[in-house]
């Protein structure tokens, strides 16, 4: 339990501190604050599986994500974050298809967010 807390508590932090204006409408604070259900998961510490939790809080990202500005802002600030909380990237590529999300930006520690359409 006190772990949870203490991932929680940093992904609340980290999502104030690197929160700013870009031209998506989706800033880095809103995707950090979205995937808190998801932290023991994508930090190993938790179940091999999302909490449903989990998986409809990565749902409503996927919705607020609908330009490409937003998910190329989206992916920049987990490329950024992501290591810094030590989020493990097997787990955070399996998060797409265990919680059902049909993405098309690949999940993975060297992508291009450039690139993410």
Request: charged share 15%.
């Given at each position: 339990m006190a772990e949870k807390m203490v991932v929680v508590h940093g992904l609340m932090?980290?999502?104030?501190?690197?929160?700013?204006?870009?031209?998506?409408?989706?800033?880095?604070?809103?995707?950090?604050?979205?995937?808190?259900?998801?932290?023991?998961?994508?930090?190993?510490?938790?179940?091999?599986?999302?909490?449903?939790e989990c998986c409809t809080s990565a749902q409503g990202l996927k919705k607020l994500t609908t330009?490409?500005?937003?998910?190329?802002?989206?992916?920049?600030?987990?490329?950024?974050?992501?290591?810094?909380f030590g989020i493990k990237p097997a787990r955070g590529k399996l998060l797409p298809?265990?919680?059902?999300?049909?993405?098309?930006?690949p999940i993975n520690p060297n992508v291009d967010c450039n690139k993410v359409a």
């Open positions: 932090v980290l999502a104030l501190i690197i929160s700013s204006p870009v031209m998506a409408k989706v800033s880095c604070g809103d995707a950090v604050s979205a995937l808190i259900p998801c932290g023991s998961f994508l930090l190993g510490v938790g179940a091999p599986k999302p909490t449903s330009t490409t500005a937003d998910r190329r802002a989206v992916c920049k600030c987990f490329e950024e974050s992501g290591p810094s298809s265990l919680c059902k999300l049909n993405i098309s930006m």
